[in-house]
């Protein structure tokens, strides 16, 4: 019987009320813990929680009434460019926007119509809506089988610099989490069972989040694969395509306005020099920032093979790979650092398994060949726990500390860039050690016989 979410007990996504989102074909996964937490350690991650909720409320407090206020730049200037757009206006060469001509026309229904000083309250009402929605996310389908787990996830979520750095500058990264995550559980909540009207609404959620590509364009790979069918990709390549030529309807001279935000794009790429831990920085570090768009076109194509050879791991693992690869692939500022909340998860999921105690059925159980599997596992758990330590701890840096011109920012950006990389490639090795598609004592092989 599915009964209604709860916040502190295990709650899984097939367990959840929304029967859209609810997938009651898989089975649980039946993991306990080595032991109970003691009082001493529960109280710890009680106080920790309660500390990180204060400065969530802190930090929201202060960049709620800046964001409603006209004082969010990015927002602003969003505004202006959708205006000037839909004007008949020339926009790129003479405004800095490097958004392509589709998004205009997504962005028109939310900044389009309004005054630029009811945007903010606009914007401030959308944010809170997906805040809404991820920390529903975190509680009921994040897949964590432990109350303090989905506390921690949400409490960080929330009191993570990049969060408030986006509401205070007006920036989407809030809105495109919600609407990337929530397509994603359309889909591969059913995978070929999705049926059309899920796979409608996957299409238009995947299709709005690509208002900024460079966040949302990796995580088109997991539609194009299965579990997902390949038709949902395409719908999503489709429907931009049209964007785009409908965009372009509103300009005298579409194709020179195509060319001039082609030109804009290089323009930048050339002079900027802001953001921090993304490939551009780097390899303009070793002066080759003419390759960025090559090495960012490269990348993205190994996500795709990789997303594919791996099509068989865990949804939430190839989530976090991907969510760490959008976050390197190109320029990104420290307010998209809110999309290693999908890494996090990922390791926080490995960290808080025991593996010793996954339950086997006996028509398979070798406990032979089954101890030094679980060995690797409690290794690798271990390595998660340092490494979720280590990235949440950055994921609070103060902004400023962030980009401080002093030698610990520096230290801390390089810090900050070799933590990504670290748990990019611990994800990776996560995912060739146990990949369920050819490894019959993966993890998922496991649970999937689990009843």
Known sequence: MIEKCDLFRPQLCHECKFSFLRDDSRPVMQIKSASPLSRRVARLFLVLIGLLLLLAAIRLRIVFPHLVGESALDLTSRAIAVHQWFSGHGLYGVHSSTYPPASHVIL??????????????????????????????????????????????????????????????????????????????????????????????????????????????????????????????????????????????????????????????????????????????????????????PAALATFLWLGAWTYRYRGSDLWLRLGVTGVVARLWTYHNSYDDMLLLLPLLALLQIAGRNYSSIETSDDFAAPVRAAPVRADFRSEAMQAQWLLTVLALLLLLHAEWLFSPTLWGQAARTLSGLTMVFVLAFLLRHAKRHNAAGDRWSLNFLVSRTQ
């Open 108 to 293: 028109w229904p939310v900044l389009g119509w309004l005054p630029l000083e009811r945007v903010g309250w606009m914007w401030a009402f959308l944010s809170i809506v997906s805040l809404g929605w991820l920390v529903r996310w975190c509680f009921c389908h994040a897949n964590l089988p432990f109350a303090t787990q989905r506390w921690l996830l949400a409490a960080w979520l929330l009191a993570m610099t990049a969060t408030s750095m986006a509401l205070w500058l007006g920036q989407s990264i809030p809105l495109l989490l919600a609407l990337l995550t929530l397509a994603v559980l359309l889909i591969h909540n059913y995978g070929a069972k999705a049926g059309w009207k899920r796979e409608i609404a996957a299409v238009f959620l995947m299709t709005v989040a690509l208002v900024k590509p460079s966040v949302s364009l990796p995580f088109l790979w997991l539609f194009l694969w299965p579990p997902a069918r390949p038709r949902v990709g395409i719908g999503v390549v489709l429907a931009y395509a049209a964007l785009t030529v409908a965009a372009l309807r509103f300009q005298n001279n579409g194709l020179q306005e195509m060319m001039g935000w082609a030109e804009t794009v290089n323009r930048n790429n050339a002079g900027l020099s802001e953001g921090y831990a993304n490939l551009r920085v780097w390899l303009a570090a070793v002066g080759l920032k003419s390759w960025s768009h």
